[in-house]
């Protein structure tokens, strides 16, 4: 399965007139063994602890170019800046966040999904993929923020 993931990302490359370069294989090989939520900062800072020497703009782009083939998926899942997760063999899923711990709950209901296509249609929209993000506060924190 890699083998194609990394067939499509190099015929992409060449398609889009951009080198397959050794530090993109090396993020994109990094990327596949993640299964957390990650920001590109965390993911340079993890290659450069493992002696990995990637520049810190390559892993910014080359996650662009990840999303872009569906290999990431990005939120900003309630900061400033994104985050991505590795979606190889994951089904599309949604997030419940919290905003007192971070704590990110991933979901799946296919009557959200659902809904989300028919009212795409129905406004004439064709979807190419989306996210949706709820943010309040998880079953540990509700108590700790009535106190407050």
Known sequence: MNDAIFENFKKFLHKEGLKYTSERKIIL????????????????ADMRTSGLKVSRATVYRTLDILHEIGVVNKAS????????????????????VCLNCDKVIEFVDEEIEQKQIEVCKSLGFEIKRHTLQIFGYCSYCIPLMKDK
């Open 77 to 96: 899942l309630g900061h400033k800046h994104q985050h991505y997760e590795n979606m190889v063999g994951r089904q599309h899923h949604d997030h419940l």
């Open 29 to 44: 090989s990094e990327v596949l063994k993640r299964r957390d939520h990650f920001d590109a900062d965390e993911l340079a």
